[in-house]
């Protein structure tokens, strides 16, 4: 069965520095992938989509790559601030199926 | 533009009392769903409705029915709720489909506790 695999541990990065967030996925080959940020006691908020056909996306200090040989997408927010503090969620999206990971929590220490 | 609105925010109820989750969103969005998420288990996929008059099963439907409304209101009920089913639930709504790429907007949720 399809498998998304995020870091359970929670990341802690000291503010300015990049921080990276991995999503590992079996079993299934999706054509998108999206990255949601969660806060407590709130729904998801998009963030980012990569199509399967894309190497690499920016969005300011978001960069998110897709690599569909080795079935993982990194997610990097550069110079972090405490803002950014939040769970990270991946969405791998694709043969019929829509299936979210279970997210990584990202603490930026001031 | 409110997005996409649930009632209600808190609710408790009894094994086996039923009740129905309200959704409704005023972006003109075809795609509606319902997840819920618990401790350790992320978001999973209850129902949803990839347009007006159609509805899909997804990872987790036992347990609960749903009716689409009209394109804007999404329902999803429990008829006999079990602990089991203290969870957040989430509704969410897409232009099209997420399978083709569309970002959902997601609810603030609903967390229900059944004893």
């Known amino acids: 069965s399809q498998k998304i695999e995020q870091n359970s541990e929670a990341l802690n990065i000291q503010e300015g520095k990049t921080a990276t967030l991995t999503c590992n996925y079996t079993?299934?080959?999706?054509?998108?992938l999206q990255w949601y940020r969660q806060d407590p006691g709130r729904g998801p908020v998009f963030l980012l989509l990569?199509?399967?056909?894309?190497k690499e996306k920016r969005k300011e200090r978001l960069k998110v790559t897709f690599d569909t040989t080795l079935k993982q997408s990194l997610f990097h927010i550069t110079a972090s601030q405490p803002a950014d503090s939040a769970t990270y969620l991946c969405?791998?999206?694709?043969?019929?199926?829509?299936?979210f990971g279970k997210g990584t929590r990202l603490h930026i220490l001031p | 533009n409110a997005g996409v609105t649930q009632t209600p925010k808190f609710q408790v109820l009894k094994t086996g009392q039923s009740m129905t989750l309200q959704c409704a969103q005023d972006?003109?969005?075809?795609?509606m769903y319902w997840y819920r998420q618990d401790p350790g288990m992320g978001l999973r996929l209850i129902y949803y409705?990839?347009?007006?008059?159609?509805?899909d099963k997804g990872e987790v439907p036992n347990g609960y029915n749903v009716s689409r409304l009209n394109k804007r209101e999404f329902s999803l009920r429990l008829e006999s709720a079990a602990p089991s089913q203290t969870s957040v639930y989430f509704c969410?709504?897409?232009?099209?489909?997420?399978?083709?790429?569309?970002?959902?907007?997601f609810g603030p949720g609903t967390r229900l506790t059944v004893t």
């Open positions: 990569i199509r399967e056909n894309e």
């Open positions: 969410a709504s897409s232009e099209m489909g997420p399978l083709v790429g569309y970002e959902q907007y």
């Open positions: 079993n299934y080959s999706p054509a998108y």
């Open positions: 972006m003109n969005h075809n795609s």
């Open positions: 969405a791998p999206l694709g043969d019929d199926k829509i299936i």
């Open positions: 409705s990839a347009s007006e008059g159609t509805t």
